[in-house]
């Protein structure tokens, strides 16, 4: 039953990129290694310098390729992937939006796509994502931002006690172990399965240009259907870890947006008390960082280097 699932089913993959050939290049290997079920790959390069156009040209014949003048960013990328798909009248049932660094490691990607078939209500998935071999991401999914959920997850809650608070990052080690298949608010874009007639009247939002996006469609996917996480299917995420303090902040600023969207009307006490929140949240991690080298050989530095950006970060947004 499966295996005409597999060939009844098409696939469309809607990779953004920008100056990263080698992770690109890892990405779309995997692609073509552990997917068996017929897809095209659409690559948007955002006006790389690295070569990656040509190189994707001469290298993989077989994928569409588009080129921006200049780094449009995730939103505007993907979108144009899908008003391609639009404008030539491409047949898919699911697009994938996956990032450029992002990479399968075997064929469990056939179980979501075989879940979703078999649950029509459902719009839109997301498998466990990895960090590395043995580390899962934080970040991958929650539920909608707010003050309550930012609470939970900044200081513990959704992560000690995950069946009973829903922070706006889920715990995924808890839900993983468990195989939980859970139903979300939002789930990340690192590689966000979307069905057909989702895609059809949707668009990421484009006042966001990276970070953020992916909560903020979330927010008219759920309209149309469920979200949820998979936790029998995964994808591994291997981020740049020398990425520039002002991009690694800029998921701060993103979220900061996308809530004040969220909560128009708002005052802006609302926000600066979940910015609090935030600075409370990563003062408690660096103290226990702390707690943690004292008795034992590790110091994580760089993540207690890490923390303390995001923390001043947030601390001089608010004086703006």
């Not at 839109?124 to 990895?130: G, H, I």
Request: proline share 3%; with cysteine.
């Amino acid at each position: 039953m499966k295996g005409s699932f597999q060939s009844r089913c098409q696939i469309v993959f809607v990779i953004p990129t920008w100056n990263r050939k080698e992770k690109l290049r890892h990405c779309l290997d995997s692609v073509k290694s552990y997917i068996q079920i017929p897809c095209r790959i659409l690559v948007i390069d955002n006006a790389s310098t690295d070569g990656t156009y040509e190189w994707v040209k001469n290298e993989y014949p077989d994928v569409i390729l588009i080129r921006n003048t200049e780094n449009e960013g995730f939103s505007r990328a993907a979108n144009k992937g899908l008003d391609y798909l639009d404008r030539r009248d491409i047949n898919f049932d699911y697009v994938v939006f996956l990032n450029d660094d992002a990479e399968f490691r075997d064929d469990s990607m056939h179980r979501l796509i075989y879940y979703m078939e078999k649950n029509l209500h459902i719009s839109a998935a997301l498998p466990s994502v990895f960090s590395g071999p043995h580390r899962l991401q934080t970040g991958a999914g929650g539920y909608r931002l707010s003050l309550k959920t930012a609470f939970y997850y900044f200081f513990g809650l959704s992560i000690f006690f995950p069946w009973l608070f829903k922070g706006f990052f889920i715990h995924q080690p808890y839900y993983r172990k468990k195989r939980i298949i859970l139903e979300l608010d939002w789930i990340s874009g690192v590689c966000l399965v979307l069905r057909q007639q989702t895609a059809k009247k949707l668009r990421f939002p484009e006042n966001f240009f990276m970070y953020a996006e992916d909560a903020a469609l979330c927010r008219e996917i759920i309209k149309f259907g469920k979200i949820i996480y998979f936790p029998l299917a995964q994808v591994y995420h291997l981020k740049e870890k020398n990425t520039s303090s002002a991009i690694s902040s800029l998921w701060l600023d993103s979220l900061f947006q996308y809530y004040g969207t969220q909560n128009k009307g708002q005052d802006t006490a609302s926000l600066r008390i979940l910015k609090i929140i935030f600075i409370s949240g990563f003062l408690i991690r660096i103290f226990g960082y702390i707690l943690i080298g004292l008795f034992s050989r590790k110091n994580y530095r760089n993540k207690k280097k890490e923390l303390l950006s995001f923390t001043q970060h947030v601390w001089e947004s608010m004086e703006r």
